[in-house]
Nanobody, 115 residues
Framework: QVQLAESGGGSVQAGGSLRLSCAAS????????MGWYRQAPGKQRELVAS???????NYADSVKGRFTISRDNAKNTVYLQMNSLKPEDTATYYC?????????WGQGTQVTVSS
């Protein structure tokens, strides 16, 4: 049983920054891939960024150069540093952690960017 605790969401003005955190707890031996997804009202959930245990990263084209995903394996935590935020980044952000090839999802943290 794995539980993910997300934090860091909030409201900022365009151009601002936020740092999201997601800490995994429970029965964990090793975490494989970790990632961040987001879902805006009326839209499908989409991948924002992912990172492998070895540190390889992938980003959605819309956030490249602005967002940075990182992880602390000792703390079982994944982060998403979001800079130069735009109103179109407004969404609920969900973290995903894969443990023994099973995916676990966080409850989501709201990010709102005003113009």
């Amino acid at each position: 049983q794995v539980q993910l605790a997300e934090s860091g969401g909030g409201s900022v003005q365009a151009g601002g920054s936020l740092r999201l955190s997601c800490a995994a707890s429970g029965t964990i031996f090793s975490i494989n891939d970790m990632g961040w997804y987001r879902q805006a009202p009326g839209k499908q959930r989409e991948l924002v960024a992912s990172i492998t245990r070895g540190g390889d990263t992938n980003y959605a084209d819309s956030v490249k150069g602005r967002f940075t995903i990182s992880r602390d394996n000792a703390k079982n935590t994944v982060y998403l540093q979001m800079n130069s935020l735009k109103p179109e980044d407004t969404a609920t952000y969900y973290c995903k952690v894969v443990v023994v090839r099973v995916a676990y999802w966080g409850q989501g943290t709201q990010v709102t960017v005003s113009s």
